[in-house]
C-alpha cells in the first residue's frame, strides 16, 4: 500500500545519513542506475511474497519472452521462457529470403492471479495476441492461448470482481474484455475508448503517441503507465489515474528526465515503492532503471526532486554474469539442458543443423542450405552484450568447413560485424567483414593454415561511445586487432542491442560444420567473471 508522505521523507532522511559516512562507500553499498547495463527493454514486472518476477521483449529471437527472477529488484537472473516459438512462418524462420527483424514478439504484461501465472504477448508478424499460463513460471508447463488481432502494448489486466480485460492501443486507448481464464475476447465483448488522447499530458506536439500501457489498481485507484515522446522533447512517463476502470481517467506528467521512461509501479515487502523504466541507450539497447516512488495525494511521485537518481536504497548490482549472459565451454552433464537460458536463437532454428552431442564439449553449427547473407543465415546461436565495456570470446575447430562456408564470432545488428573463417578456392582464410554502411564490406583477408583459430569482439559502451574491435589468434594467447573498429548503431529496423553471436553458413553447397570449443563472455568494466 503507498505509505505516507511522512515516512517517505524518514525513508529518504535514513539514506542521506547513511550516505554521510563516506559518499564511496556508499555507493558501493547501494545499487546503480541502470540497475542493468544491457537490453531489457519494455519490462513487466511482479512480486509474489518476496520474488519478483519481470518479463521482457526479444523480437527475434527464439525463444522468446523471457522471464527473469529477483529477491532484491537489483540482481536478476534467467529462469525461463514463455515461447519456445511464436509460429512456423517464413519470416520467423528466416525461409525463403524472409525475415522478422525488430518484430516477433513485443511488449508483454506479466500478472500473477489466484496462484496462476499469466504473460501476454503480441505479433505483428503472426496478427495474434498471445496469453501463456503456467502455476509454474520458474519451471512450467505453459499453456497457450492466441487471438486475432495483435493488440498494441497491451496490458492484461485482472480487477477485483474477477473480470479480465486488455487496454491497448497508442494516442487512443482502449479497453476490451477477456473471458475469465483470459484465453480469448469475452463473446459479445465490444471494445470502448478508455482515454481520447492519452499524450495529452505532455502537450500538443508528439512525436510517439502514449503506448506501452500497464494498468494497476492500488488503494482502489486505477493507474495507468505509459510513454510519451513529445516533439523536440524526450521520452516521457505520463500516469492517469481513475475511481473507476472505465473512467474518466485524469493524467499528468510523472517523470522526464534522461528519456528514462515505460513502465510501471513495483512495491517491496517492507512498504517501499519503485518504477521500472528503461533509457535508450545507443547501441547497448534499451536498459532498466529503478526511480523512487513515493506518493501525494494519490498520486505516484517519480525520482528525486523529478530527477533519476544515480544511487539506489537497494543492494549493489553482483553484475550480470551469469545471471543474464554467461560463458559457456559446451561441457553437458546428463539431465542438464543442452543450451542454458542465457542463449537465444536469431529467429527458429533448425533443430537437426545444430549438437552438443556430435563432438562432446563442443557446438557444432551445421550448414544444411546455401545462403547469401549473414542476415538470412539460420541457427547464429547469440547472447547479449553487456555495459560500459565487454568482451566475447571462441575457439573455433574449421577442418570440417566445405568450399564457400563462412563461421565465425559476430556482433548482430543491422549495421553488424564479423570475425571469421572463409573457405574459398580451396584456401581458408581469417576475415573481417564489416556492415557498418549497412553493406557487408570486406575490410581483412589473412591466410589460416591450421585448424583451430581464436576469435574476440570487444564492446565499448561508455557514453555512447558504442565501438567495437575485433581480434584473433592463433594460440588463444596473443591477440592481434583485425580489420577495423566497428562504429555500431542501434538501428529501428533491428530494434535490439548488439548480440554476440556464433555463426557458420554456406554459400556454395551444404554439408560442412564448424566447431566451437567455447564461448566467454567477460565485464571488462568490473573484470573478468
Known amino acids: 500500500m503507498p505509505y505516507s508522505i511522512k515516512r517517505s521523507a524518514l525513508f529518504f532522511g535514513i539514506i542521506l545519513a547513511s550516505a554521510s559516512v563516506s559518499p564511496l562507500a556508499a555507493q558501493v553499498q547501494q545499487a546503480q542506475n541502470p540497475v542493468i547495463f544491457a537490453d531489457v527493454p519494455d519490462m513487466a514486472m511482479i512480486r509474489v511474497g518476496k520474488t519478483y518476477y519481470m518479463s521482457s521483449t526479444t523480437m527475434h529471437m527464439s525463444p522468446g519472452v523471457p522471464i527473469m527472477k529477483s529477491t532484491d529488484l537489483v540482481n536478476w537472473h534467467l529462469v525461463s521462457y514463455a515461447s519456445d516459438t511464436l509460429g512456423n512462418q517464413d519470416e520467423l524462420a528466416l525461409r525463403n529470403g524472409k525475415s522478422t527483424y525488430g518484430r516477433g514478439s513485443w511488449a508483454s504484461s506479466l500478472r500473477f492471479h489466484q496462484g496462476t501465472y499469466y504473460v501476454s504477448t503480441f505479433a505483428q508478424t503472426t496478427g495474434k495476441t498471445y496469453v501463456y499460463s503456467t502455476k509454474n513460471i520458474e519451471k512450467g508447463p505453459w499453456k497457450v492461448s492466441s487471438f486475432k488481432p495483435s493488440y498494441h502494448d497491451h496490458s492484461l489486466f485482472f480487477d477485483d470482481d474477477g473480470r479480465v480485460y486488455l487496454v491497448y492501443g497508442a494516442g487512443k486507448l482502449r479497453l476490451l474484455e477477456l473471458t475469465a481464464d483470459a484465453s480469448g475476447v469475452k463473446p459479445g465483448a465490444t471494445e470502448q475508448v478508455l482515454i481520447e488522447n492519452a499524450s495529452a499530458p505532455a502537450g500538443p506536439n508528439i512525436n510517439l503517441q502514449a503506448e506501452g500501457s500497464q494498468l494497476f489498481k492500488i488503494n482502489g485507484k486505477y493507474y495507468l503507465f505509459n510513454i510519451?515522446?513529445?516533439?523536440?522533447?524526450?521520452?516521457?512517463?505520463?500516469?492517469?489515474?481513475?475511481?473507476?476502470?472505465?473512467?474518466?481517467?485524469?493524467?499528468?506528467?510523472?517523470?522526464?528526465?534522461?528519456?528514462?521512461?515505460?513502465?510501471?509501479?513495483?512495491?517491496?515487502?517492507?512498504?517501499?515503492?519503485?518504477?521500472?523504466?528503461?533509457?535508450?541507450?545507443?547501441?547497448?539497447?534499451?536498459?532498466?532503471?529503478?526511480?523512487?516512488?513515493?506518493?501525494?495525494?494519490?498520486?505516484?511521485?517519480?525520482?528525486?526532486?523529478?530527477?533519476?537518481?544515480?544511487?539506489?536504497?537497494?543492494?549493489?548490482?553482483?553484475?550480470?554474469?551469469?545471471?543474464?549472459?554467461?560463458?559457456?565451454?559446451?561441457?553437458?552433464?546428463?539431465?542438464?539442458?543442452?543450451l542454458p537460458l542465457v542463449w537465444q536463437w536469431n529467429h527458429n532454428p533448425?533443430?537437426?543443423?545444430?549438437?552438443?552431442?556430435?563432438?562432446?564439449?563442443?557446438?557444432?553449427?551445421?550448414?544444411?542450405?546455401?545462403?547469401?547473407?549473414?542476415?538470412?543465415?539460420?541457427?547464429?546461436?547469440?547472447?547479449?552484450?553487456?555495459?560500459?565495456?565487454?568482451?566475447?570470446?571462441?575457439?573455433?575447430?574449421?577442418?570440417?568447413?566445405?568450399?564457400?562456408?563462412?563461421?565465425?564470432?559476430?556482433?548482430?545488428?543491422?549495421?553488424?560485424?564479423?570475425?571469421?573463417?572463409?573457405?574459398?578456392?580451396?584456401?581458408?582464410?581469417?576475415?573481417?567483414?564489416?556492415?557498418?554502411?549497412?553493406?557487408?564490406?570486406?575490410?581483412?583477408?589473412?591466410?589460416?593454415?591450421?585448424?583451430?583459430?581464436?576469435?574476440?569482439?570487444?564492446?565499448?559502451?561508455?557514453?555512447?561511445?558504442?565501438?567495437?574491435?575485433?581480434?584473433?589468434?592463433?594460440?588463444?594467447?596473443?591477440?592481434?586487432?583485425?580489420?577495423?573498429?566497428?562504429?555500431?548503431?542501434?538501428?529501428?529496423?533491428h530494434f535490439m542491442g548488439y548480440r554476440f553471436g556464433l555463426f557458420n553458413y554456406a554459400t556454395k553447397a551444404a554439408g560442412g560444420y564448424a566447431d566451437f570449443d567455447y564461448f566467454r563472455i567477460a565485464d571488462t568494466t568490473a573484470g573478468t567473471k
Open 228 to 338: 510519451v515522446w513529445p516533439r523536440d522533447g524526450m521520452r516521457t512517463v505520463v500516469v492517469h489515474r481513475s475511481d473507476k476502470l472505465t473512467g474518466p481517467y485524469e493524467g499528468r506528467v510523472a517523470l522526464q528526465d534522461l528519456g528514462v521512461a515505460q513502465g510501471g509501479l513495483i512495491d517491496t515487502p517492507d512498504g517501499r515503492w519503485f518504477s521500472y523504466l528503461f533509457r535508450d541507450f545507443g547501441a547497448v539497447g534499451r536498459i532498466p532503471y529503478l526511480v523512487p516512488v513515493t506518493w501525494a495525494d494519490g498520486w505516484p511521485v517519480l525520482g528525486i526532486a523529478g530527477k533519476v537518481p544515480q544511487t539506489l536504497p537497494l543492494p549493489p548490482s553482483k553484475g550480470l554474469i551469469p545471471g543474464l549472459v554467461a560463458s559457456d565451454e559446451f561441457n553437458r552433464r546428463k539431465g542438464e539442458p543442452a
Open 350 to 493: 533448425e533443430n537437426s543443423l545444430w549438437s552438443l552431442t556430435d563432438r562432446a564439449g563442443y557446438l557444432r553449427l551445421k550448414t544444411g542450405r546455401v545462403d547469401t547473407t549473414f542476415l538470412l543465415a539460420r541457427n547464429t546461436l547469440t547472447q547479449r552484450t553487456i555495459g560500459p565495456t565487454c568482451t566475447g570470446t571462441t575457439a573455433l575447430d574449421v577442418s570440417h568447413l566445405k568450399e564457400g562456408d563462412f563461421a565465425g564470432l559476430a556482433l548482430l545488428q543491422k549495421r553488424y560485424g564479423l570475425v571469421g573463417v572463409d573457405y574459398r578456392n580451396g584456401a581458408k582464410s581469417i576475415v573481417m567483414i564489416s556492415a557498418e554502411t549497412e553493406k557487408p564490406v570486406e575490410l581483412q583477408r589473412l591466410p589460416l593454415t591450421q585448424n583451430t583459430v581464436y576469435f574476440k569482439a570487444a564492446c565499448d559502451f561508455t557514453e555512447r561511445k558504442d565501438v567495437a574491435t575485433f581480434y584473433y589468434s592463433l594460440d588463444g594467447k596473443s591477440w592481434l586487432a583485425l580489420g577495423a573498429p566497428l562504429k555500431m548503431a542501434y538501428t529501428l529496423p
